[in-house]
């Protein structure tokens, strides 16, 4: 484009911050919503990986044409079918949920790609991806990847009280976002309880996976928690608000980052968008679902989703209604900020 600078030593995948999800079954509406909370707070260009079932691709590619042209200039989505390049496919999407497996393929199947950030369909962001993406930044030389702690409280936590296999730390770790520096994983040998060498991403999984597989519960999940449990140096730990779910508020409040910054990434597992368990993580999915992209922000999505939360404050979740609108309400306030200050250099005569 005239007048555009650009990096000259940056490759085009660097360019934008990259985003990768697996959707199979009944994933598809979940998926756009996730990527619709992506795009519109997200000052960066995103590139979407989507890996998903040859049935769903078309009806992906409808929907994602059908949004205005002022969001999807802001992203490029790219289409891959579900394969596992190690051991047998069907044990592999057989692993927990169809198809989850895959994300730990990511780093064999993009090589073209130096950083990722993997979400499961079920995630909503609440503030730019430009946010999380700033922590690659801030991992030392030997981290390769980010999560944040399964739970905060050992005694209520589900690998501290139930896991058969090794984990991470003293609550294990969730995978539903995942920070990824594909470039140090795919160059790394990993220690390992198979052989007292290290062993290559891709040498690794399988055989781990035929090891623990009668131990693991939550498949993919488990197996990324006893990777980490040989290779703690690798793993960069972020704090409960990057992937704040249910465990964080139906047992009482136990985010402190969240109580202290708010939420930033939603992770509505369990089901909770679907069902009435948990209604203020469906009030969240059901705001931004209904939001029509060139509406007003604050009259449209922020007002809307306020008097949603009254219905839910007899929930314990819905008690704490301002540790889910703190960071979307700054969010906002920054998105218009920043359209403001455009108008007004648009129009400025002086």
């Given at each position: 484009?005239?007048?555009?600078?650009?990096?000259?030593?940056?490759?085009?995948?660097?360019?934008?911050?990259?985003?990768?999800?697996?959707?199979?079954?009944?994933r598809l509406e979940e998926t756009l919503i996730m990527l619709k909370s992506?795009?519109?707070?997200?000052?960066?260009?995103?590139?979407?990986?989507?890996?998903?079932?040859?049935?769903?691709?078309?009806?992906?590619?409808?929907?994602?044409?059908?949004?205005?042209?002022?969001?999807?200039?802001?992203?490029?989505?790219?289409?891959?079918?579900?394969?596992?390049?190690?051991?047998?496919?069907?044990?592999?999407?057989?692993?927990?949920?169809?198809?989850?497996?895959?994300?730990?393929?990511?780093?064999?199947?993009?090589?073209?790609?130096?950083?990722?950030?993997?979400?499961?369909?079920?995630?909503?962001?609440?503030?730019?991806?430009?946010?999380?993406?700033?922590?690659?930044?801030?991992?030392?030389?030997?981290?390769?990847?980010?999560?944040?702690?399964?739970?905060?409280?050992?005694?209520?936590?589900?690998?501290?009280?139930?896991?058969?296999?090794?984990?991470?730390?003293?609550?294990?770790?969730?995978?539903?976002?995942?920070?990824?520096?594909?470039?140090?994983?795919?160059?790394?040998?990993?220690?390992?309880?198979?052989?007292?060498?290290?062993?290559?991403?891709?040498?690794?999984?399988?055989?781990?996976?035929?090891?623990?597989?009668?131990?693991?519960?939550?498949?993919?999940?488990?197996?990324?928690?006893?990777?980490?449990?040989?290779?703690?140096?690798?793993?960069?730990?972020?704090?409960?608000?990057?992937?704040?779910?249910?465990?964080?508020?139906?047992?009482?409040?136990?985010?402190?980052?969240?109580?202290?910054?708010?939420?930033?990434?939603?992770?509505?597992?369990?089901?909770?968008?679907?069902?009435?368990?948990?209604?203020?993580?469906?009030?969240?999915?059901?705001?931004?679902?209904?939001?029509?992209?060139?509406?007003?922000?604050?009259?449209?999505?922020?007002?809307?989703?306020?008097?949603?939360?009254?219905?839910?404050?007899?929930?314990?979740?819905?008690?704490?209604?301002?540790?889910?609108?703190?960071?979307?309400?700054?969010?906002?306030?920054?998105?218009?900020?920043?359209?403001?200050?455009?108008?007004?250099?648009?129009?400025?005569?002086?």
């Amino acid at each position: 484009k005239p007048g555009e600078q650009k990096h000259p030593k940056e490759p085009s995948s660097l360019q934008c911050m990259h985003l990768a999800v697996v959707a199979c079954g009944d994933r598809l509406e979940e998926t756009l919503i996730m990527l619709k909370s992506a795009v519109l707070f997200s000052n960066r260009r995103l590139c979407f990986h989507i890996f998903a079932e040859d049935s769903l691709k078309p009806e992906f590619e409808k929907k994602l044409k059908e949004w205005p042209s002022s969001y999807t200039k802001k992203f490029e989505s790219n289409f891959y079918p579900i394969t596992f390049s190690v051991g047998n496919a069907q044990e592999w999407k057989k692993l927990f949920k169809p198809c989850a497996a895959q994300r730990l393929f990511l780093p064999v199947i993009l090589k073209d790609v130096d950083s990722l950030l993997y979400v499961d369909t079920d995630v909503l962001f609440l503030r730019p991806i430009d946010d999380i993406w700033q922590l690659l930044r801030e991992f030392n030389s030997t981290q390769l990847a980010a999560m944040a702690p399964e739970h905060e409280v050992p005694k209520i936590g589900w690998y501290s009280r139930f896991a058969r296999h090794p984990y991470y730390g003293t609550t294990g770790l969730n995978s539903g976002v995942m920070l990824m520096n594909l470039t140090r994983i795919r160059s790394t040998h990993f220690k390992n309880s198979l052989i007292p060498g290290g062993l290559t991403w891709e040498e690794m999984l399988y055989p781990l996976y035929q090891k623990y597989k009668n131990y693991i519960t939550w498949g993919d999940q488990d197996l990324l928690n006893i990777i980490f449990y040989f290779n703690p140096e690798c793993l960069y730990v972020f704090p409960c608000q990057w992937n704040y779910r249910p465990d964080h508020c139906m047992y009482g409040s136990n985010c402190r980052g969240a109580e202290r910054d708010g939420v930033s990434i939603l992770h509505g597992n369990r089901g909770v968008y679907h069902d009435d368990k948990q209604p203020t993580f469906k009030a969240l999915y059901e705001v931004i679902r209904d939001f029509p992209f060139e509406d007003n922000l604050f009259q449209s999505l922020y007002y809307p989703l306020q008097s949603k939360f009254l219905d839910t404050v007899h929930t314990l979740c819905g008690r704490i209604p301002q540790v889910f609108l703190k960071q979307i309400e700054k969010t906002m306030k920054k998105v218009y900020e920043n359209r403001v200050i455009v108008y007004l250099g648009a129009n400025h005569r002086y």
